[in-house]
């Protein structure tokens, strides 16, 4: 620990890799380089991983000393991602203790975590991640959350300042649809750089589901949760493929209460909330996902809130995730019933953002 500790240290103000392709005799260094000559001894098939990273991308999370925004920090220090991770929090007191002790963690990783109070520091990030916000309380909507998660959003904005041209902005706060959308107006960024979570946890949740009724590994499981975030989110079952196959070829799947299924997903967010009074390490896992995609330029497919150019409105769907954003919508054909859906989630998040714009 003390090791991790003392790199961690040494490596603010160095490149990892320059830290640890140096030579030494042992006996030429101060006491702390021997400490760490010593570290790379104990690890060495970590010092030849660190050697050949590039250097470090900058990731600014606002709200990190909350659950959420810290289990998105958790979660990305432990990805092969080398990122400078920024915390901010209004919370100055739980920030310092989220940020020492995410950076007791960092050892693992080939990241840096440090905090700041000046919010002006993350504008010049590669991605600025927006978690602060109020949390659901047992009982309120997610739309309830708005007009106060929406002052927060303002006036977070409003002194991240300069914004990065090129600056990815991703919203995980709830209600995360209309957020994403405010976020977007708000910084007048284009709308490729302005994405939200919205219902990637959802959808992730589904295949979970369903890879236990199947006996199927999740990553062969295509079937997204797309409209919003919450209330007004579906399945859409008529494009669920597993393995490449319709999901309904299945044997398995005879008999089984889709609906039920759907409800099951949409209210699991409200169920860990009962027990345990809120939910972050899935969102965390999705958070430090979505920044990797983006980062490493992967082109993957994942149920995000974007803009699509048919609905003229942000909301889930499937979108193609790089190092500009929101590459493409996928604008998929729905049955009717799930266009129903769909309409009245488009219709839901646009009356919200018309609330405020
Ligand atoms: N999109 C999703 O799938 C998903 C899942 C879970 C939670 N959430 C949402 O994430 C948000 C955070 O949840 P949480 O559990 O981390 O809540 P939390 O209360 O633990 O953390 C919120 C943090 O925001 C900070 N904050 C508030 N106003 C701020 C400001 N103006 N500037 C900087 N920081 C500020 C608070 O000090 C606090 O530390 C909520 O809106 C919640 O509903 C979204």
Request: positive net charge; charged residues 20%; contains cysteine.
């Amino acid at each position: 620990m003390i090791f991790s500790r003392v790199r961690h240290q040494l490596a603010k103000s160095a490149s990892p890799a320059r830290i640890f392709s140096a030579s030494f005799s042992t006996s030429q260094l101060p006491s702390v380089g021997r400490t760490l000559a010593t570290c790379t001894n104990v690890f060495p098939e970590r010092s030849v991983d660190i050697q050949t990273i590039s250097p470090r991308s900058k990731v600014s999370i606002v709200g990190a000393a909350g659950n959420v925004g810290a289990s998105v920090a958790y979660s990305l220090l432990h990805r092969h991602t080398p990122v400078d991770i920024k915390l901010f929090d209004i919370n100055q007191k739980l920030l310092k203790g989220q940020s020492l002790d995410l950076a007791d963690s960092a050892w693992l990783g080939e990241s840096m975590v440090h905090h700041s109070s000046d919010l002006s520091e993350a504008g010049d990030s590669d991605v600025i991640v927006i978690t602060a916000g109020a949390k659901q309380v047992p009982g309120e909507t997610r739309a309830q959350l708005l007009d106060r998660n929406y002052k927060v959003l303002e006036s977070i904005l409003s002194k991240v300042q300069p914004i990065k041209k090129d600056a990815k902005i991703l919203i995980i706060a709830n209600p995360v649809d209309v957020l994403t959308a405010l976020a977007q107006k708000i910084t007048g960024l284009p709308y490729n750089q302005v994405f939200g979570s919205g219902t990637l946890l959802d959808s992730a949740r589904l295949r979970n589901h369903l890879s236990k009724i199947l006996n199927v590994r999740q990553r062969s499981i295509h079937c997204h949760v797309l409209g919003e975030h919450g209330d007004n989110q579906f399945v859409s079952w008529s494009t669920a493929r597993v393995g490449g196959f319709p999901l309904d070829c299945f044997p398995e799947m005879k008999n089984i209460d889709k609906d039920g299924i759907s409800t099951e997903i949409a209210n699991k967010a409200y169920d860990i909330i009962d027990s345990k009074g809120a939910t972050y390490y899935g969102v965390g896992v999705c958070g430090a996902f979505l920044i990797h995609h983006v980062l490493a330029n992967t082109h993957d497919v994942r149920t995000i809130s974007c803009y699509s150019k048919k609905y003229q409105s942000y909301v889930s769907l499937p979108a193609v995730v790089n190092q500009c954003g929101v590459d493409r919508v996928l604008e998929v054909d729905l049955s009717e019933l799930e266009q129903e859906k769909m309409n009245k989630a488009v219709a839901h998040i646009k009356e919200q953002v018309g609330q405020f714009f």
